[in-house]
């Protein structure tokens, strides 16, 4: 994911018709954090939720399934705002850092 992929789903965001309140996005976990930062400052109104799988979809024991299943759960009742959401937490997007080491997401200060 590179910064001129930011702009494109920013853009797909900003774009979605008003109808339209919460939007997940499925995102590789590596750079997560910082598709975040983008849709965070552009403060749409909107609820952004963004998922991933710590394992990948195609092996055995992939978080993939639950955690987009969860994201869509949260997106329909949390506040408009951009989180992230892994392994059954939900995390605002500027509170929250992938922690390599022990394969988890985690809150920041």
């Known amino acids: 994911m590179q910064d001129i992929d930011r702009r494109r789903v920013l853009a797909s965001c900003e774009h979605a018709t ?5 939007i997940v996005i499925v995102h ?17 109104l909107k609820t952004i939720v963004l998922t991933g799988a710590m394992i990948p979809y195609a092996i055995d024991g992939s978080d993939a399934q639950f955690n987009l299943g969860f994201a869509c759960g949260v997106a329909q009742v949390l506040p408009p705002g951009v989180y992230v959401a892994m392994n059954g937490q939900v995390f605002d997007w500027d509170k929250v850092r992938k922690n390599r080491s022990a394969g988890v997401f985690e809150s920041i200060p």
Do not use: I
């Open 28 to 44: 590789g976990t590596d750079t997560m954090r910082e598709t975040g930062e983008v849709l965070g400052r552009a403060n749409l």
């Open 18 to 22: 008003p109808d339209v309140r919460a």
